[in-house]
């Protein structure tokens, strides 16, 4: 299941595209990842899973979005967005 966040009466353009991204993010997983795989390689150790978890959602979104310019803009600017309210 994609969740998104619960939109208000006007979202910014920026909330919007964060929204894009998620649902597109959502969709690449639903499509490109497996999970019994994904579990089955996934290591033990707790940064050695974080690393690997990391990794296999840009797998995922750099197969996905491969040749779909508009859905590689949506991830850009979702990246973008949350860099932007970590400073």
Same mark, same amino acid.
């Given at each position: 299941?994609?969740?998104?966040?619960?939109? +208000? %009466?006007?979202?910014?353009?920026?909330?919007? *595209?964060?929204? =894009?991204?998620? @649902?597109?993010?959502?969709?690449?997983?639903?499509?490109?990842?497996?999970?019994?795989?994904?579990?089955?390689?996934?290591p033990a150790a707790s +940064? %050695?899973?974080?690393?690997?978890?990391?990794? *296999?959602?840009? =797998?995922?979104? @750099?197969?996905?979005?491969?040749?779909?310019?508009?859905?590689?803009?949506?991830?850009y600017r979702r990246y973008?967005?949350?860099?932007?309210?970590?400073?």
């Amino acid at each position: 299941d994609v969740v998104l966040p619960p939109l +208000n %009466e006007s979202p910014s353009d920026a909330m919007r *595209e964060v929204i =894009r991204g998620l @649902a597109d993010f959502g969709a690449l997983f639903a499509k490109h990842h497996d999970t019994a795989t994904h579990r089955s390689h996934r290591p033990a150790a707790s +940064n %050695e899973a974080t690393l690997f978890d990391t990794l *296999e959602a840009v =797998r995922v979104e @750099a197969v996905g979005s491969e040749h779909l310019w508009g859905v590689k803009h949506n991830l850009y600017r979702r990246y973008e967005q949350q860099l932007m309210q970590q400073h």
